[in-house]
């Protein structure tokens, strides 16, 4: 896709997030790192299936084995684990990432999860009784399948592309094993929530909530888009740290009567 701003875009129904452990452009490269993190996410989507039913503890352990094992098949690459050591240089992103910027690899942020905390998950509030413009609503979550499907969701949008660099050792015995990925630096300036709304609007993405869009062709919630978490490259969207889920029957039915509604 190039810069240039469009009126429509269609949705691509799968757009994952690459994992580069060979530098190749080869489309056949391509294709299999896809595949291996389209196998990495189906195997971890197994294990959220079946953790909804259990308690915390044993959801723990679950995922604990499921992220130990991935991490001996999956690790980051013995360069980039190099490069971190001479270059280091790390500083608080958020409520659950460590950022990373090397030397060596100045056109990159590197993103590792902390111990036990994989990005945020939305509550969806339909009443808002208290009248604060918010209907969906980020809170914590530990589940490492939906914090992987954020970034493929958010990598269908756009040319701004997070990629998975591996899965890191925990920072202590017990603890389950990090993930890490890695992202363009951005240095446009930030934009007004106006900005960010017309810039969605070509891709479908319609406001529904203070910070929250949603597309009906794609199926895929924005929430927590706010300024300090989007930047515009030529007036298309970078969604470096907006949540994307795909929302359940309750919030999905109350999303299209909401779009629907104002569509009139």
């Not at 189906?42 to 352990?61: P, Y």
Request: glycine fraction near 6%.
């Amino acid at each position: 896709m190039g810069k240039s701003r469009v009126e429509f875009r269609p949705f691509k129904r799968y757009f994952p997030i690459i994992n580069e452990r060979d530098t190749s452009s080869s489309q056949e490269n391509a294709f299999s790192q896809n595949r291996e993190l389209e196998g990495i996410l189906r195997e971890l989507g197994r294990i959220s299936q079946s953790c909804r039913s259990l308690g915390w503890k044993e959801a723990r352990e679950s995922y604990s084995e499921a992220l130990t094992s991935l991490a001996r098949r999956f690790p980051i690459t013995s360069e980039l684990e190099k490069d971190w050591l001479i270059d280091l240089d790390a500083f608080v992103g958020g409520d659950e990432h460590i950022n990373i910027r090397i030397e060596r690899r100045p056109g990159r942020i590197y993103k590792i999860t902390k111990a036990d905390q994989f990005g945020c998950g939305v509550l969806f509030d339909p009443h808002d009784i208290e009248l604060t413009g918010f209907n969906f609503l980020a809170q914590g979550n530990d589940d490492p399948f939906i914090y992987l499907k954020r970034w493929e969701l958010l990598n269908s949008i756009g040319d701004y592309q997070t990629r998975f660099e591996g899965f890191v050792a925990p920072e202590r015995d017990g603890w389950m094993p990090r993930i890490c990925v890695s992202q363009p630096v951005l240095t446009d300036p930030v934009p007004t929530q106006k900005d960010i709304t017309d810039a969605l609007i070509p891709y479908g993405y319609h406001e529904v909530s203070l910070g929250a869009y949603y597309s009906m062709e794609s199926g895929i919630l924005l929430s927590d888009s706010f300024p300090r978490n989007v930047r515009l490259q030529d007036g298309n969207p970078a969604l470096f740290d907006s949540i994307a889920t795909i929302p359940q029957e309750k919030a999905r039915k109350w999303l299209i009567n909401k779009l629907t509604s104002s569509f009139r």
